[in-house]
């Protein structure tokens, strides 16, 4: 079950509270609601996480964690979801939320300079932020969304899959004696 692997690799709470680099967060991680796997938990996690997975800002893993606080969901799902954003991906999720603010916002398109993605963002971005800020936050919102409703279907159908095995082995024969 995903579950079991999952809280294998999970960290465990007692060793964050420890972490005296944590400060203020050390008390809150206590909380058992940040830590559970339930279909309601992870789904929110995957909200959270891929919001700020799209919002073009350092340091997204700090609002994902808070948030995830102030939620109750589960924290370390949420944080992670934000490496869906890695600086493989980063360059083409900005300029496709900066391309589609652009088009919301019908202002003239800055072509991308050919020194490198980040380079033009950080070169140009006095006049992209309005387009990409609104477009990331537009996907941003779609990505939190999908990201929930998919959790809540595939957790749905994997019960749903299990429950059938379970009602199956129950009508199996019983075994013969010798």
């Not at 509270?17 to 609601?33: I, M, T, V, W």
């Not at 969901?73 to 490496?83: D, E, F, K, R, Y």
Request: net charge positive.
């Amino acid at each position: 079950m995903p579950r079991k692997i999952i809280k294998r690799y999970m960290p465990k709470p007692e060793r964050l509270r420890e972490q005296k680099s944590l400060g203020f967060l050390a008390s809150h991680l206590g909380d058992p609601g940040l830590w559970i796997l339930t279909r309601n938990s992870v789904g929110g996690a995957f909200s959270i996480g891929l919001f700020f997975a799209f919002m073009p800002m350092p340091f997204q893993m700090i609002p994902a964690a808070l948030l995830a606080i102030l939620f109750r969901v589960n924290l370390p799902i949420s944080v992670g979801m934000v490496w869906v954003s890695n600086p493989i991906t980063m360059p083409g999720m900005l300029y496709v939320c900066y391309l589609l603010g652009s088009w919301i916002l019908d202002v003239p398109m800055q072509p991308p300079d050919t020194d490198g993605m980040m380079q033009w963002v950080m070169n140009r971005f006095g006049q992209i932020w309005q387009p990409l800020l609104l477009g990331s936050v537009i996907l941003g919102s779609l990505a939190a969304l999908l990201g929930n409703v998919g959790v809540r279907l595939v957790w749905r159908w994997h019960v749903s899959l299990q429950w059938k095995r379970r009602v199956a082995i129950k009508k199996l024969p019983p075994p013969p004696e010798h």
